[in-house]
């Protein structure tokens, strides 16, 4: 195995980004008119972000786009500081062989407002030798002035088959088989997060010849969603002593964080409500319990404890199914 295929696969131009359509054709405006205002790029982890910026860039400065590009992070280790020292260092020189130059700093979310405001008279002092695209999580955590000078673009998270599609091609590349059953396990594991999808494939490829879904699920330290529903069901038909024992075996043998199983659960009972399974006011019910114990799991409460009670709002629920 030859590095991250994360690395190796990916995108070198904004057409081979997959999915983000509405966001690629817009960017491909500014490509046209060879010039570009300042970007602000938000939206979950491994969606693209960082890949699209970097597209961009070679695509706008062409050959000599390196020297023209700077990659930043804001929670530089560090310190904002040096940060901000490489911006202007940067900025203060004039393009040689691209039109401008662009600054690409990411994780600006992480930024305190006062590092933020600074930021922002940067961008304004250079803005005839340089452009900004930054890139955060949450754009609810930058400040007005900084959001109101960016075109805002919202990476989402990439749709089930997209995923599918982009693991077929990489799987090809690599000479390696993959049953449909495993690469929607990836896609159930991955929540929308290319990274993540690759980064499964990759490490359950070196567990056997053909990729199953057994082979993924042993490398994602992840419940198995039947075990999760099976934990449901069981509540849900008012066997709480069953419920629990599954949960106790799936926590303490197989290792799953509390964090982890109330997202799984989360995720099967919206999963059983989409295919009728649920009625819908047993539904809203147990969202809304389980954002609850969700809550005081992250809190810091034991989350056996949690978890267990969680399961005591899912009894005798099954004949409202
Ligand atoms: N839309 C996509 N199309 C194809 N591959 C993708 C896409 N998004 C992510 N990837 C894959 O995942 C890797 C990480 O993506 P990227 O660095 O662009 O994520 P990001 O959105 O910047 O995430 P973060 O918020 O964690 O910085 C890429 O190298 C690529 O292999
Ligand atoms: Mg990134």
């Keep these: ?151 805002i673009f919202r990476f989402t998270p990439v749709k089930g088959h997209q995923i599918i599609k982009r693991l077929e091609v990489i799987a090809e590349a690599e000479k390696i088989k993959v049953t449909l059953n495993a690469l929607e396990s990836i896609v159930y594991f991955a929540e929308g997060d290319m ?24 490398v994602v330290s992840k419940a198995k969603p039947q075990d999760v529903r099976k934990i449901i069901n069981k509540a849900l038909d008012g066997d709480f002593l069953d419920a629990r024992d599954l949960l106790r075996e799936v926590m303490v043998v197989q290792g799953i964080s509390g964090e982890d199983l109330v997202t799984q659960i989360y995720q099967e009972v919206s999963r059983m409500a989409r295919e009728g399974l649920l009625g819908k006011e047993v539904y809203v019910d147990l969202i809304e319990n389980i954002g609850t114990y969700d809550y005081r799991i992250r809190e810091g409460s034991n989350p056996r404890i949690q978890l267990e009670a969680l399961l005591t709002k899912f009894l005798f629920k099954a004949n409202a199914k």
């Design 195 to 218: 990274r993540r999808a690759v980064n499964i494939l990759q490490t359950s490829s070196s567990v056997g010849e053909e990729i199953t879904e057994e082979n993924v699920q042993e």
């Design 1 to 151: 195995m030859n590095g991250p295929w994360v690395e190796k696969y990916r995108p070198q131009n904004l057409d081979d980004v997959v999915g983000q359509d509405h966001i690629i054709q817009r960017l491909k405006r500014y490509i046209k008119e060879g010039s570009m205002p300042n970007l602000m790029f938000t939206g979950p982890a491994g969606v693209g972000k960082t890949t699209t910026a970097l597209a961009l860039g070679k695509a706008l400065l062409g050959e000599y786009w390196r020297q023209n590009f700077l990659e930043l992070n804001a929670s530089d280790a560090r310190g904002i500081d040096t940060v901000r020292h490489n911006i202007k260092n940067f900025c203060r020189l004039k393009a040689v062989g691209s039109p401008f130059r662009i600054v690409f700093l990411d994780e600006v979310d992480n930024m305190t407002k006062d590092a933020q405001h600074a930021l922002r008279r940067e961008m304004e002092m250079y803005t005839k030798t340089a452009s900004f695209i930054l890139s955060c999580n949450y754009s609810s955590k930058i400040i007005d002035p900084i959001q109101s000078r960016c075109a």
